[in-house]
Nanobody, 118 residues
């Protein structure tokens, strides 16, 4: 069974950068897409970025132009490069591998905390 493990979170100042990693124990190409979600305290979980099996990317309006999702298929790893970070980016970031089945077979990582504060 494929497992997802996130890393790279931490505390940064506004305007700083972080690079999150999502390492899979199997091929990331077994998923329809690889996605990043985030959830802040008291707020609904929101989709941040996605990359399809074919390499097409999409972003939430709130992060477009600042965040970049990418992958290394040989390393079975998905990345989220976050630049020009703002305090409102503070959240727990989760990696998800999407598979058909209305979420039943989707795979989630444990999450990594990102805190943007001065």
């Amino acid at each position: 069974q494929v497992q997802l493990v996130e890393s790279g979170g931490g505390l940064v100042q506004p305007g700083g950068s972080l690079r999150l990693s999502c390492a899979a124990s199997g091929s990331i190409l077994s998923f329809n897409s690889m996605d990043w979600y985030r959830q802040a305290p008291g707020k609904q979980r929101e989709a941040v970025a996605t990359i399809t099996k074919g390499g097409i990317t999409d972003y939430a309006d709130s992060v477009k132009g600042r965040f970049t999702i990418s992958r290394d298929n040989a390393k079975n790893t998905v990345y989220l490069q976050m630049n020009s970070l703002k305090p409102e980016d503070t959240a727990v970031y989760h990696c998800k591998g999407d598979r058909a089945g209305w979420g039943r077979y989707d795979l989630w990582g444990q999450g990594t905390q990102v805190t943007v504060s001065s």
